[in-house]
């Protein structure tokens, strides 16, 4: 079971850290995405992190996003500043359990579990 948390309401330029705990050790060594889904809009992409903890990023949150985990918490987190409205959205964190290339970890397909969601609103 994934497990995320963090979002609320905020104002444009501020800040939050998104938290996807769950049980086990295995959690900490295994690859985790970000994705986010905006009313009207299909789930897209937004990071990722590898079980080495490389990591990749949509265009538009580069820069402003960084994904990271605590293997101790067994937790992956997505800190997100200077947020803007177009950040907006449920966001969901996934988990990747059957080994696959990290080419698909940038698609909805490539994950195997998920959490449901925490709503990001950003006021402009």
């Known amino acids: 079971q994934l497990q995320a948390s963090g979002g609320g309401l905020v104002q444009a330029g501020d800040s939050l850290r998104l938290s996807c705990a769950a049980s086990g050790s295995t959690f900490s060594n295994i690859p985790v995405g970000w994705f986010r889904q905006a009313p009207g809009k299909e789930r897209a992409f937004v990071a990722y992190?590898?079980?080495?903890?490389?990591?990749d990023y949509a265009d538009s949150v580069k820069g402003r996003f960084t994904i990271s985990r605590d293997r101790a918490k067994h937790t992956v987190y997505l800190q997100m500043n200077s947020l803007k409205p177009e950040d907006t959205a449920v966001y969901y964190c996934?988990?990747?359990?059957?080994?696959?290339?990290?080419?698909?970890?940038?698609?909805?397909?490539?994950?195997?579990?998920w959490g449901q969601g925490t709503l990001v609103t950003v006021s402009s």
């Open positions: 992190i590898t079980w080495t903890d490389n990591t």
């Open positions: 996934a988990a990747v359990v059957q080994p696959r290339h990290s080419r698909f970890y940038r698609s909805r397909n490539g994950y195997d579990y």
